[in-house]
């Protein structure tokens, strides 16, 4: 036993030392670790200084200054994000358009040669409109302004060689010619309703292909009725307006909305597109007329048009059809008097082939004084394709304006009955002829140039009346 005691005795006295320097280490090993410790809290410290603070410093530590920068990336990115959901569902179109247009003396109403430039600017934004229900909304504004009335014709059928020309009308207190002009030209909301089939659970708003269209505020008729995919821009395609709308509508007055072609009104119209390529729709308008038209007097007589439309395929090419009637309770005479007005139209736009679209319209007065009483226009618009221009466009329209028999017994005034009988100056006997030839060059996707060659004969249906000829240019800027 004492040996035992004496050899653990002096293993205790050889392991002592050991010990301390065991400790020592782990001592000298905590003091590190507190100040790491310190040395952590102080960077945590300045750091949350730092984040406290939007601005950016060069004594700020590095991770917060990425920290920064990865969160105004963030925010940037949110920000857009805000923006593109603000502004979807709004798309916005402008173009501004310029002519000039020469003629002869022999047809001008002045008797002297004009050369005559204008432009017109065109802004349009369409808007969401809300929900209601399962229908959807969507507002319209269209802005107009430009300068410039245009080449004044001597008499003629067609109201006007250069359709874009626009500039303040007469009676509008300081406004003068020289006066950049602007109107809130259209300004309407519609509402589309998809009539649902509630016997089919699998369809929903986005697939139905049936729907009602219903529509009111200033509007301008031309956009949902006699519409054609070959001749109904005056700022891209024929800028004679007899072959731009249907012309006892237009031309001949029938239509009787204010002095820029806009009138309120409303429009309710059915669409079926269950079939796809033969589409079909109905839609029915009314709309004010004459002072109706402008605001500055009753809606009473309004102007009101209805109209039946599909789609067909020629060898698998896309055309449009349309039939319409129409009633105007304040019809204008060529003498001046109100009554009531009627008529039937047709307009028709086929592809026969990748290059050619054909259009044609026809315009048949059932009732009413007017100056002609039938209208056939003609003509179609071949691609640039053929010759490596995909985008140009080569056009060429005819048309037929035949005199009406009253206006025709009427245009000659006797001394007999000169106070019961308008004096036109004129026997007009014929129809009053057009023939437009166009070349459109793209020079770019936003820049269009359009040599432009036109040609009335007979004017207003008199036959003693020199061939009209009128060359012009038309430039367009758009996107």
Known sequence: MRIRLIAALLAAGFAAPVLANDMAAVLAEMKRLAARVEALEQQNKALEKSLASERLSETEPEIATRLKAVEFQTLSMQKQARQIEALEGITVGASLTGVVQKV???????GED????????????????GEIGNAEGRIFGHFRFGQGTGIGLRPTYTSSANTTAFEVGSGLGTLAADDSFGILAQAWYQLKIPLMNDGDPTQ????TREHLHLTAGKIDPFVFFDQNAAADDESARFMNNAFVHNPLLDSGGDIRADAYGFAPG?????????QKGAEWGLSLGVFGSGPGANFTGSLAGPFVIAQAETAARFNYLPGNYRAYLWRNGRGNGYDGIERKHSGIGFSAD????DEVTLFGRYGHQLSGKVRFDRALTLGGELGGNLWGRAADGLGLAIGALRTSSDFRNDSLALDANADAVPDFGYQASGAEQQLELYYRFRLSSKIELTPDLQWIRQPGGNAGAPTVKVLGLRAKLGF
């Open 104 to 110: 002869g003396a022999g047809h001008t109403a002045s």
């Open 114 to 129: 004009e050369t005559r430039a204008n432009y017109r600017g065109d802004i349009s934004v369409t808007l969401p409109g």
């Open 204 to 207: 929903t708003r986005a697939n």
């Open 266 to 274: 409303a429009i309710v119209q059915y669409v079926n597109e269950r």
């Open 350 to 353: 086929q592809k026969v082939t």
